[in-house]
């Protein structure tokens, strides 16, 4: 077993091995891993039969086991090293926060990304985080930091002297279209070391706190699982190009769904009847055909501020499943509402460019930018009532925040007694309904108000509210 290797050795014994793999599996459950038993079972298998002295074997195995897709990878990766954590690095220097200690940490890091060598770049990281992440003076506000080491070490800023030595090794040729690819290495190499940071940083914190808490409060979810208030750009691409699977699992559970229905309830009185060849024994029921139909679906949607990407990934989500429905309309409002339909159509091309898209080319606004429910209501309802009939579910998305203005209730009323159906999908928690200038409750008075903060909530409320 190697040195970096060391820290699984206690895992050998079974009842350490059943309680680390025990914790991490607990730990992916909380992160929205469907993990049961049998592939738990399967995961303890696999690392017999691997044993533990290659930790990368141990996380392939469990890797192969436990993960349903490749985009868990990233969270199963983050959640290993706490449980299954590399062996502690014997720092080869120590530093004092100086900014000689400073240079000379950078110097070495330059070395370690020109050679590519993955033992040095761990070592670095764990005496990085040792000599410039720690923060707190007192034993119970002690803790390690990623973010202050890596802004004190700036690994960004070694490209270009690391692609000065890469030029210089014996034997490397510098032809000019090359250099793009030897940036993007260099680069691939610091991010690589960035996150090595941030893992010693985690299995420090984990070691004072408590893998478990760590575990969930430390490791970023999945973007599915990412609060729609509070993902970035970033996370709001990664869900984009998850639209088109989500809509085919949804568009699976609503064929499913629709197929039951199909076949209608119980005719008590014609069951009776047929029953009396049988002397009265209801051998086969007679059910009552539903007619084939397909429900109509509008959609009303705030686009200003924060909400704006829950907004856009549910136009996107339910256009992509626009087959299962006789129609599809989509209205988008700040505080004047039209139609975008055609926008979202003709937008599925390039999700990215949506929002820009709407507040280019639709007429959102009227003598100021914030979003005004009570006026979007009663212009809806106003110009566009003939898009509401008994066959039709309206879901309305926003956080029900009026910036003071009147919550019009008596337009939300109009809707809903014209619809099938209304629901509105709120992406606030329940908690801050009704608070400030959020009129929540009072709208969830007249319809269906649910709360939903993510993509993983919404896929589960799509599916089980749209109509068959």
């Given at each position: 077993?190697?040195?970096?290797?060391?820290?699984?050795?206690?895992?050998?014994?079974?009842?350490?091995?059943?309680?680390?793999?025990?914790?991490?599996?607990?730990?992916?459950?909380?992160?929205?891993?469907?993990?049961?038993?049998?592939?738990?079972?399967?995961?303890?298998?696999?690392?017999?039969?691997?044993?533990?002295?290659?930790?990368?074997?141990?996380?392939?195995?469990?890797?192969?086991?436990?993960?349903?897709?490749?985009?868990?990878?990233?969270?199963?990766?983050?959640?290993?090293?706490?449980?299954?954590?590399?062996?502690?690095?014997?720092?080869?220097?120590?530093?004092?926060?100086?900014?000689?200690?400073?240079?000379?940490?950078?110097?070495?890091?330059?070395?370690?990304?020109?050679?590519?060598?993955?033992?040095?770049?761990?070592?670095?990281?764990?005496?990085?985080?040792?000599?410039?992440?720690?923060?707190?003076?007192?034993?119970?506000?002690?803790?390690?930091?990623?973010?202050?080491?890596?802004?004190?070490?700036?690994?960004?800023?070694?490209?270009?002297?690391?692609?000065?030595?890469?030029?210089?090794?014996p034997g490397q040729e510098d032809p000019e279209f090359t250099e793009r690819l030897l940036d993007d290495e260099i680069r691939r190499r610091i991010e690589a070391f960035?996150?090595?940071?941030?893992?010693?940083?985690?299995?420090?914190?984990?070691?004072?706190?408590?893998?478990?808490?760590?575990a969930r409060r430390a490791v970023a979810g999945t973007a599915d699982s990412v609060d729609f208030l509070l993902a970035g750009r970033a996370q709001l691409d990664e869900?984009?190009?998850?639209?088109?699977?989500?809509?085919?699992?949804?568009?699976?559970?609503?064929?499913?769904?629709?197929?039951?229905?199909?076949?209608?309830?119980?005719?008590?009185?014609?069951?009776?009847?047929?029953?009396?060849?049988?002397?009265?024994?209801?051998?086969?029921?007679?059910?009552?055909?539903?007619?084939?139909?397909?429900?109509?679906?509008?959609?009303?949607?705030?686009?200003?501020?924060?909400?704006?990407?829950?907004?856009?990934?549910?136009?996107?989500?339910?256009?992509?499943?626009?087959?299962?429905?006789?129609?599809?309309?989509?209205?988008?409002?700040?505080?004047?509402?039209?139609?975008?339909?055609?926008?979202?159509?003709?937008?599925?091309?390039?999700?990215?460019?949506?929002?820009?898209?709407?507040?280019?080319?639709?007429?959102?606004?009227?003598?100021?930018?914030?979003?005004?429910?009570?006026?979007?209501?009663?212009?809806?309802?106003?110009?566009?009532?003939?898009?509401?009939?008994?066959?039709?579910?309206?879901?309305?998305?926003?956080?029900?925040?009026?910036?003071?203005?009147?919550?019009?209730?008596?337009?939300?009323?109009?809707?809903?007694d014209r619809a099938r159906r209304v629901h509105w999908l709120n992406p606030e928690q329940p908690s801050l309904w009704g608070t400030g200038d959020s009129v929540a409750?009072?709208?969830?008075?007249?319809?269906?108000?649910?709360?939903?903060?993510?993509?993983?909530?919404?896929?589960?409320?799509?599916?089980?509210?749209?109509?068959?």
């Amino acid at each position: 077993m190697s040195a970096t290797d060391a820290s699984t050795a206690p895992a050998s014994a079974p009842a350490a091995t059943a309680a680390r793999l025990t914790g991490l599996v607990t730990a992916l459950r909380a992160h929205g891993f469907g993990i049961g038993t049998g592939e738990t079972v399967d995961a303890g298998h696999a690392l017999e039969a691997v044993g533990f002295t290659d930790r990368e074997r141990v996380r392939e195995a469990l890797a192969a086991t436990l993960l349903h897709g490749e985009g868990q990878r990233p969270v199963f990766d983050r959640v290993f090293d706490l449980y299954f954590p590399l062996g502690r690095t014997t720092a080869t220097e120590t530093y004092e926060d100086t900014a000689a200690d400073l240079a000379t940490l950078r110097d070495r890091l330059a070395e370690a990304l020109t050679a590519g060598d993955g033992n040095a770049l761990d070592r670095l990281a764990a005496e990085a985080v040792g000599g410039f992440g720690g923060f707190g003076s007192g034993p119970e506000s002690d803790g390690w930091s990623s973010y202050q080491t890596l802004s004190r070490l700036r690994p960004e800023t070694l490209l270009a002297r690391v692609r000065e030595r890469l030029r210089a090794a014996p034997g490397q040729e510098d032809p000019e279209f090359t250099e793009r690819l030897l940036d993007d290495e260099i680069r691939r190499r610091i991010e690589a070391f960035r996150e090595r940071v941030r893992t010693e940083a985690r299995r420090r914190v984990s070691e004072r706190q408590g893998r478990d808490l760590v575990a969930r409060r430390a490791v970023a979810g999945t973007a599915d699982s990412v609060d729609f208030l509070l993902a970035g750009r970033a996370q709001l691409d990664e869900l984009r190009r998850t639209v088109r699977p989500l809509a085919r699992k949804l568009a699976t559970r609503l064929a499913a769904r629709r197929c039951r229905a199909s076949r209608g309830e119980i005719d008590l009185r014609r069951t009776l009847r047929s029953s009396l060849s049988t002397g009265g024994v209801p051998v086969r029921p007679v059910l009552r055909r539903r007619p084939p139909r397909r429900p109509e679906l509008v959609l009303l949607c705030d686009v200003s501020g924060s909400v704006a990407g829950f907004a856009q990934f549910t136009m996107l989500l339910v256009q992509a499943l626009h087959d299962q429905f006789s129609r599809v309309r989509v209205f988008a409002f700040v505080n004047r509402v039209d139609e975008v339909t055609g926008l979202i159509a003709r937008g599925s091309a390039d999700p990215a460019g949506l929002g820009d898209r709407i507040l280019a080319e639709a007429e959102l606004t009227g003598w100021h930018g914030q979003s005004d429910y009570g006026t979007a209501l009663g212009e809806f309802a106003d110009r566009y009532v003939e898009a509401l009939g008994p066959r039709t579910v309206v879901f309305v998305l926003g956080d029900a925040r009026t910036n003071g203005s009147d919550p019009n209730l008596a337009a939300l009323k109009r809707i809903g007694d014209r619809a099938r159906r209304v629901h509105w999908l709120n992406p606030e928690q329940p908690s801050l309904w009704g608070t400030g200038d959020s009129v929540a409750p009072a709208y969830a008075g007249l319809v269906d108000m649910r709360p939903c903060r993510n993509a993983r909530q919404l896929g589960a409320l799509i599916g089980r509210l749209l109509p068959v």
